[in-house]
Structure formats: C-alpha cells, structure tokens
C-alpha cells in the first residue's frame, strides 16, 4: 500500500464523514464552472458532488484545482461504463495532488442503461474487490443505495451511502439498515418558489424522465408506499412534492433538515430550474 493510501486509511470513518458537511451541492459533471465551484466553497457548503456516469475523474481535478479544501466527490461513477484499474489510479493521482479531498462514489446505474445490466450486487462486489486490489481505500469511497442489500454493503465495504431520488422516510429507513457509523448523504431536488404549480412543472420533467421509468427507482418508491398511480403520467403531486422541495428558501431548508432529523449526516442539494444555481444555494444554506 503506498503512503497516501495508508494515511487515508488509518483516519476514522468518523473523521472521513466530518469532511462532507451538513450539506452540499449537487451538480451534473462538468455542469459547475470553476468559478461556481469557488463560490460553493466560500459559501459554507461541505461538497460538491459530480452526478452523472464519466468514465474517467479527468473533470474532478478542475473542481479540486479551483477550489481550496472542499470536499468533491462523484455521484457516481457507474461501474458498467468504467474501468476499475483505471479509476484507481486516478484516485490515487487526485490523492497525491490534492490529499484527502476526494471521495469516490461508485453505483451499478439502472438495467435499462446498459444491456451488460446483470446482477448488479454482485458486479459492486467485484468492482470494489478490484479498488481494494489497487488500495483505494474503503473509506474514500462510497456506493449509489437504495435497497437493503445495497445499503448493507455500503456499510461494510465503504464510507456509505448516497441514495439518489429519495424522500426523508427513506433516510430513517436507510440509517436503520446502515447502522450508526456510516455516512449517509442523500440528493434532494429543490425549486425555489412558493408557487406548487411552477414548482411542478419544473421538477416533474427531470423526475419524470427518465427516473420514473426506471425500475430500481420505481421499486424503491413502492417500498415507501407509493403506488402505480402515483408513478404513472409523470408523477402526481403529491409523489412530485415529496421528491422536489420547493417554497421559500427558509421552507426547502427545513425540508431538507427532515433528511438530518432522519439520520442522514448530509444532505446534497440538487437545484433545478435556475441557471443561476449560486444565488439558489446561497439562499439556501443563509436560511
């Protein structure tokens, strides 16, 4: 094991959680400029979280090069379209330039992604055998988690988990499974405007597609007591309203603390309809 490695490895899944922050900002890959990153940074918020499926962590050191100590991390690289000797030792190049600041989020997508899709429990076992195999270290990564067997795994083969389209009832049921010490960070999408119809109209569409049509998704919310009805023509409401937050900003804060008062260590925020997301996050996180 080379050096940064085993002083990585040697800090406490405590200390490695503390780095993320009560919350944090989530964006597609590439979608945060540099000079966006510095603002989340003196802002207050913990992490940026790269979203989407890169093969390569090439973006990450733009972030890590424009900012000075926040923690990035992917969410997440998708282990169909990558390979996982190569992520090793890019994580490992962004360790030896930039210690300590990135975290490796790694998940197996959704079947309908890719027709390689098949048993994905297992294919997460393999590719973190791979990791452990170039010493990535288990604390700096973590895993995409929805389902108990997943979220399992996220406690005893990583830092945790970083559920993704999820509500805080969820979250309480997640920390349950999780156990006390593992890091728990869920996305929730946020609208800032009072008005529930403009809130709708803007976060129903990327809900909608194509997270309502993918069956990891679909099941997850079934197991917290949604039905056919409400995943059907876009969601309803009431389905849109528990996954997108929307009101004022002091309003889609206190929605985002229910995920904290459910267990969650960090919340990251994903703001939609805005193509200013600074002012949203700021407004946001001064609330």
Same mark, same amino acid.
């Given at each position: ?12 899944? /405590? ?5 993320? &922050? !009560? ?22 918020y913990g ?14 050191? !733009?972030i890590l090069? %424009? ?33 300590? =600041? ?16 098949? !048993?994905?429990?297992?294919?997460? &076992? ?14 700096? =990564? ?6 108990? =067997? ?8 990583? +830092?945790?988990?970083?559920?993704? +389209? ?7 049921? %997640? ?28 976060? =129903? ?8 049509? +993918? ?22 409401? %009431?389905?849109?309203?528990? +996954?997108? /937050? ?18 969650a260590n960090?919340? %990251? ?19």
């Open positions: 094991m080379n050096m940064t490695a085993s002083s990585a490895a040697l800090q406490s899944k /405590a200390e490695h959680i503390a780095r993320f &922050g !009560t919350y944090g900002a989530w964006g597609w890959f590439k979608q945060f400029s540099p000079d966006e990153a510095r603002a989340i940074e003196e802002l207050g992490t940026i979280w790269l979203g989407g499926s890169p093969k390569n962590l090439h973006p990450i050191r !733009t090069e %424009a900012t000075e100590h926040i923690t990035v991390a992917t969410g997440i690289v998708n282990i169909w379209n990558s390979v996982p000797y190569v992520i090793a030792g890019e994580f490992h190049a962004l360790e030896r330039d930039f210690p300590g =600041r990135f975290y490796l989020g790694i998940g197996a997508g959704h079947p309908e992604a890719t027709s390689e899709y098949t !048993t994905p429990f297992k294919a997460v &076992g393999r590719y973190l055998d791979a990791l452990d195999g170039k010493q990535v270290p288990p604390n700096r =990564r973590l895993l995409a988690a929805l389902g108990p =067997r997943m979220l399992r795994m996220s406690a005893e083969r990583s +830092l945790g988990a970083h559920p993704y +389209l999820t509500t805080p009832e969820h979250t309480a049921q %997640a920390r349950e499974i999780l156990g006390p010490d593992a890091l728990l960070a869920p996305e929730h999408k946020v609208v800032l405007t009072e008005d529930a119809d403009e809130a709708r109209a803007v976060g =129903r569409p990327p809900v909608d597609q194509p997270y309502l049509h +993918l069956r990891n998704y679909t099941n997850n919310l079934k197991r917290l007591g949604y039905t056919d009805e409400d995943i059907a023509d876009g969601g309803s409401d %009431a389905l849109i309203d528990a +996954l997108v /937050a929307h009101g004022t900003a002091a309003q889609v804060k206190a929605r985002l603390d229910e995920h904290l008062a459910a267990g960090h919340v %990251a925020v994903q703001v939609l309809g805005s193509q200013t997301p600074v002012e949203q996050l700021a407004a946001i996180i001064s609330a």
